[in-house]
């Protein structure tokens, strides 16, 4: 098993704060996904990166992979109470097979 | 992405007893997992399940406690057996189509 390190692993900010949360292994990824999850529901899929050096956007939030495939970072501008929630990154060493969950991030944003 | 339709979504069980949890899937799906997740924190992997063999438990987790099937291409089942007030947790499927990994809703199991 591939080892995920995420942190921070609980964050309490206010609204309008940002914030970045990390993603680090000493493996290599074939890609890496970042979840979010609510109380009571599956994970759902935010981003997969692929590309070292990629970086993507959706909405406020960018997220980045590591030139070497290694790490990732999901970095949230202006937080809101809405992005309340357990933010989970996985990797996935080869196609198909189960995903190398971190730890995840506990975010809570209050008003 | 695919759908699946997980269930019972939460059950509250007497220590000794067994609980099948069952996985839905709305399209055919190669490869089927199963993890367990303590409330806020990350997923542990339980076993792998494909069609037509016996699944891939990890290290950890045997046939015996947590026996799997797979009858088909969009269905599978984990059974928590015997059970003990440290199985209490949330139990989640996941499939992936080789495009994308899709998670039921999960099933958050109380051991009394």
């Known amino acids: 098993t591939q080892l995920l390190e995420q942190s921070p692993q609980f964050l309490s900010i206010q609204e309008g704060e940002n914030l970045t949360v990390y993603c680090n292994s000493s493996?290599?990824?074939?890609?890496l996904q970042w979840y979010r999850q609510e109380p009571g529901e599956g994970p759902v899929l935010l981003v997969t990166v692929v590309t070292g050096g990629e970086v993507k956007k959706l909405k406020r939030l960018t997220f980045q992979f590591g030139d070497a495939r290694k790490d990732s970072s999901l970095h949230i501008t202006a937080a809101q109470p809405g992005d309340t929630g357990l933010y989970l990154c996985a990797g996935e060493s080869n196609s198909g097979y189960a995903l190398n969950f971190g730890k995840g991030t506990s975010l809570l944003v209050t008003p | 992405s695919a759908v699946i339709s997980q269930k019972p979504s939460r059950d509250i069980c007497q220590r000794g007893t067994s609980l099948t949890i069952q996985c839905q899937v709305d399209s055919q799906v190669t490869m089927m997992f199963w993890y367990r997740q303590q409330p806020g924190q990350s997923l542990t992997l339980i076993a792998t399940?494909?069609?037509?063999?016996?699944?891939?438990?990890e290290s950890g987790f045997v046939i015996d406690k947590f026996p799997i099937s797979r009858p088909n291409l969009t269905f599978s089942t984990l059974t928590v057996s015997n059970m003990s007030p440290e199985d209490s947790s949330i139990y989640l499927c996941?499939?992936?189509?080789?495009?994308?990994?899709?998670f039921g809703s999960g099933t958050r199991l109380t051991v009394v």
């Open positions: 996941s499939a992936t189509t080789g495009s994308g990994y899709t």
């Open positions: 399940a494909n069609q037509g063999s016996e699944a891939t438990y």
């Open positions: 493996s290599v990824f074939s890609s």
